[in-house]
């Protein structure tokens, strides 16, 4: 069974930093691109970032560029999301998905229960 | 980056009806990468169709996705109580970003 598990979130003030984590099981994990999705308080759903299975390719979108950084360690089967000088337009509900492996792209197939994150003073 | 727009906003149905749910692109999606989520309050998106038309293991037959190009569709054959929810479509293809609709919340008439 497939399992995806995100901690870390939690409640940090305008300009800090939190480190998200999301674990995976019941899958090769190495095989999978790995994405970040959020979902602020009542609104819709915003791709964040992505990263290759090898973790060489990252692309990020342009609200979070320059002060997020995904990573992943195959070896723990887990990805990371740092996230820098944060903002309360960042505050969110933040969902670790798998993408793409080694067939044809079939969309976010696995999700997490998704981690909040609220950026107050 | 590639806009979508899903219409309509909210859907108001009873069980037992069909629901057409539309996405609309901006530009061309490369491959039909185009899929469908579902979402309950409280919970994760469920991945429901990909490729524009597949469905997921053990997502029900009364659901389908057709559509390519620009113009997508997601119907519900006939509407169960636990449709009610909302339904965003997502396209995946080449480069990000990947965008998502707006949602469209099918709501209990």
């Known amino acids: 069974e497939v399992q995806v598990v995100e901690s870390g979130g939690g409640l940090v003030q305008p300009g800090g930093s939190l480190r998200l984590s999301c674990a995976v099981s019941?899958?090769?994990?190495?095989?999978?691109?790995m994405h970040w999705v959020r979902q602020a308080p009542g609104k819709g759903l915003v791709w964040v970032s992505r990263?290759?299975?090898?973790?060489?390719?990252?692309n990020y979108a342009d609200s979070v560029k320059g002060r997020f950084t995904i990573s992943r360690d195959n070896a723990k089967n887990t990805v990371y999301l740092q996230m820098n000088s944060l903002r309360a337009e960042d505050t969110a509900v933040y969902y670790c998905?798998?993408?793409?492996?080694?067939?044809?792209?079939?969309?976010?197939?696995?999700w997490g229960q998704g981690v909040l994150v609220t950026v107050s003073s | 980056e590639i806009m979508l727009t899903q219409s309509p906003g909210t859907l108001s149905l009873s069980p037992g009806e069909r629901a057409t749910l539309s996405c609309r692109a901006s530009?061309?999606?490369?491959?039909?990468?185009l899929a469908w989520y579902q979402q309950k309050p409280g919970q994760a998106p469920r991945l429901l169709i990909y490729?524009?038309?597949s469905r997921t293991t053990g997502i029900p037959d009364r659901f389908s996705g057709s559509g390519s190009g620009t113009d997508f569709t997601l119907t519900i054959s006939r509407l169960e109580p636990e449709d009610f929810a909302v339904y965003y479509c997502?396209?995946?293809?080449?480069?990000?970003?990947?965008?998502f609709g707006q949602g469209t919340n099918l709501e209990i008439k």
């Open positions: 990263l290759n299975s090898d973790g060489s390719i990252t």
């Open positions: 490729g524009a038309s």
């Open positions: 998905a798998r993408g793409g492996g080694l067939g044809t792209p079939r969309g976010f197939d696995y």
């Open positions: 530009q061309n999606v490369i491959s039909n990468y």
């Open positions: 019941g899958f090769t994990f190495s095989n999978y691109w």
């Open positions: 997502h396209q995946y293809g080449s480069s990000p970003p990947y965008t």
